[in-house]
């Protein structure tokens, strides 16, 4: 077996030293962390998703580097997305198929569920924007598809930004 020099050594470890100091280092200043959203302002409920589902309306978030990714209890949905290039927004989205849930009172098998977040780091346990949950079926009854829009505003463990 032949000896790997040190210099090897070191042109190998230099590049993975670089990736764990800069993804460690980017300036994005949202903690991870247990989020709880609340509405600031609906636009479109109309089939009373929200009131139906509050206490579904939180998640687990985790920030890598640029990367964004949000566990949310309303209907087990896993969201995925970026910063921005510049400053502190955010875009995430998820899509769960073949979901049941309960609409209107019914319960309807759903097509697709999708989750769609843009959001401002407004400080490390904090953070505000636009969310759209979208239910959509094709072959079920009407009354199953139906969308909430709403402006929101999510902290973490009860810590408000000052």
């Avoid at 959203?37 to 509050?54: H, S, W």
């Avoid at 206490?55 to 640029?66: C, M, P």
């Avoid at 209890?73 to 955010?90: N, V, W």
Wanted: net charge negative.
């Amino acid at each position: 077996m032949r000896a790997v020099s040190t210099l090897r050594r070191f042109r190998l470890l230099v590049p993975a030293l670089l990736v764990s100091v800069m993804s460690g280092c980017l300036p994005f200043d949202q903690d991870g962390g247990d989020y709880v959203f609340t509405p600031v302002e609906i636009f479109r409920d109309e089939c009373g998703l929200f009131p139906a589902n509050q206490d579904k309306f939180h998640g687990t978030l985790q920030v890598t580097g640029r990367v964004v990714r949000l566990d949310m209890a309303l209907l087990d949905t896993q969201l995925i997305g970026y910063f921005l290039a510049e400053g502190d927004d955010f875009s995430i989205d998820g899509n769960v198929v073949n979901a049941v849930a309960s609409v209107r009172g019914q319960e309807c098998r759903l097509d697709e569920a999708s989750i769609h977040i843009d959001a401002t780091t407004q400080c490390r346990t904090g953070f505000d924007g636009v969310m759209r949950v979208r239910y959509e079926t094709e072959q079920r009854p009407a009354e199953c598809t139906c969308e909430l829009w709403m402006r929101f505003e999510a902290v973490k463990e009860a810590k408000r930004c000052e």
